[in-house]
């Protein structure tokens, strides 16, 4: 059976002043077999059923459009050169049996030189993971790269409190990594399983999973 090659559709959009970067794994199949949606915006993150840009319109009050248009697309890189923030997935491509976006799904994968663009982008101090450390997330492919790599770099743990803070030494910079709760759907379930929302739900029963996710991504954007 031949696999479905699913590559990264969008190379890295690092500003030069950018000191966080955004890292996740890859966007839908859809994207790299350009069969976009009137709701999708052609740019990293850009999935009509994603939550990322949502959560940043209502940190930032941006007043984005959800549509295919070129508009939409500057809108957000204004944003990102703006707030100095840069976004570099590191997945760079992977094979599927299924074409679907599912991050178990990801087979014979191969990942983005991250040190060698942390290296190239010398204000970088945080990487902002849109997932955590279950298998194929992006935490999980980063501690894989810095395994399979040549370069000796541990992540040192900070906290291990959602969302999972560490950081680590490159070239005597400190960087810093945090863990997201994942701006998709899928991510739900772990969202309503935790204390924190079972409280904050409890004090105000119109608190939802998206509220919760712009609560904890605002500390750290």
């Known amino acids: ?9 969008f190379p890295p959009f690092i500003p030069e002043n950018a000191t966080k970067l955004i890292v996740g ?13 009137e709701d999708d915006v052609d740019f990293c993150y850009g999935s009509g059923d994603g939550l990322l840009w949502i959560i940043l319109d209502r940190i930032f ?13 500057e809108q957000r890189k204004r944003f ?6 840069g976004i570099c997935d590191v997945v760079e491509s992977s094979r599927r049996e299924k074409i679907d976006a599912s991050d178990l799904g990801m087979q014979k994968v191969e990942l983005r030189d991250m040190i060698g663009i942390l290296k190239e982008n010398q204000k970088i101090d ?6 955590g450390n279950s298998k194929n997330g992006p935490e999980y492919f980063f501690r894989k790269y810095l395994k399979e790599s040549t370069h000796d770099i541990r992540l040192k743990v900070i906290s291990n ?6 950081q680590f030494v490159l070239d005597g910079r400190l960087i810093k990594t ?7 759907g899928a991510a739900n379930i772990a969202v309503g399983s935790s204390q924190l929302y079972k409280d904050l739900k409890k004090k105000n029963p119109e608190f939802n999973t998206i509220d919760f996710r712009v609560l904890q991504y605002k500390e750290f954007f």
């Open 80 to 85: 990102l050169r703006e707030r100095g923030i």
């Open 61 to 73: 009050d941006l007043d984005l459009k959800f549509e295919n248009t070129e508009e939409a697309v």
């Open 161 to 166: 409190r959602s969302p999972r803070i560490h």
């Open 126 to 131: 945080t990487l902002l993971f849109t997932g």
């Open 25 to 37: 794994t890859l966007p839908p199949p859809r994207f790299t077999k350009r069969q976009l949606r």
């Open 178 to 184: 945090v863990s997201l709760i994942a701006p998709s």
């Open 1 to 9: 059976m031949e696999l479905f090659h699913h590559k990264h559709p």
